[in-house]
């Protein structure tokens, strides 16, 4: 049977994209490279360690006579942060990060087509080793899922050889945080309409203000209680409830 050599293979999975099929050209960058001459222009060095935690905007290069587009951000895995570098692909729809950067972290990696947890930028990504016979094994590629996720800007000014990339938080925590300023916004309507109702009852019946006093602290503080929950990273009556216990254990 005759081959057609014009058949698009990557058309047929379109639907069922695989992170282990996806390639890129990279002949003219190598771990060389990041090290050296794009570790200077970024003026980081290459997996070393990072003190930043967290930036809210980067600077970013064009590299080699391709025009490609390199970013430095800390990366965490097993509590340590170190700069590295990522080429910036938006064709790429995951983010891939080389064998090379695991070893300098001493981690090991045990299923080469799963998936694995870092923090880039002090956010977590699910990110993937390149393929085996791809053409960037070991280079970094920041994708789509990322920049998407994060709901960052990209600034490409080829004219000044300007590169910027700004964060602004993910799209779940745009919509969280304003669902929670309506929250408190409503709730504290409510708390003011209640205390209102109380003040027009107590007006007729003075001989009830002990009663509703001690009513009003007692949802004033569990007021503040829920705003509070609402913002700790662990669920607060659950903490209070087991510090309770542990007291009452020696009671």
């Given at each position: ?12 999975f ?9 390639d ?5 960058v190598?771990?060389?490279d ?8 970024l003026k ?16 970013g ?12 951000l800390p ?20 983010t ?12 090991t990696?045990?299923?080469t ?8 930028n002090n956010?977590?990504?699910q ?7 791809s ?8 994708g ?7 709901r960052?800007?990209?600034i ?7 590169i910027s ?5 993910s ?18 309507g409510?708390?003011?309409?209640f205390g209102?109702?109380?003040?027009l ?9 002990f009663?509703?006093s001690v009513v009003?602290?007692i949802l ?23 510090i ?8």
């Amino acid at each position: 049977m005759i081959e057609d050599t014009n058949t698009d293979f990557f058309g047929l999975f379109d639907d069922n994209y695989f992170p282990n099929m996806y390639d890129v050209i990279l002949t003219d960058v190598s771990s060389k490279d990041l090290h050296e001459e794009i570790s200077d222009l970024l003026k980081a060095k290459y997996l070393t360690y990072s003190p930043a935690g967290e930036f809210k905007e980067v600077y970013g290069i064009i590299y080699g006579k391709h025009n490609r587009i390199f970013v430095s951000l800390p990366v965490k895995v097993k509590r340590e942060a170190k700069n590295v570098h990522f080429l910036v692909d938006t064709g790429s729809p995951s983010t891939y990060i080389c064998e090379e950067v695991y070893k300098s972290f001493k981690a090991t990696i045990w299923n080469t087509s799963s998936p694995h947890s870092v923090l880039i930028n002090n956010k977590a990504t699910q990110v993937f080793l390149p393929p085996v016979n791809s053409h960037f094994t070991d280079v970094n590629v920041l994708g789509m899922d990322y920049l998407n996720t994060y709901r960052t800007k990209l600034i490409i000014d080829l004219e000044n050889h300007y590169i910027s990339l700004s964060f602004f938080g993910s799209l779940e925590q745009t919509d969280y945080q304003s669902y929670s300023l309506q929250y408190i916004l409503g709730s504290v309507g409510e708390f003011i309409l209640f205390g209102l109702v109380l003040l027009l009852i107590f007006r007729r019946m003075p001989y009830l203000f002990f009663f509703f006093s001690v009513v009003i602290v007692i949802l004033f503080l569990l007021f503040f209680a829920s705003i509070i929950s609402d913002f700790m990273p662990f669920d607060f009556l659950s903490f209070y409830h087991k510090i309770l216990g542990r007291a009452n254990c020696f009671l």
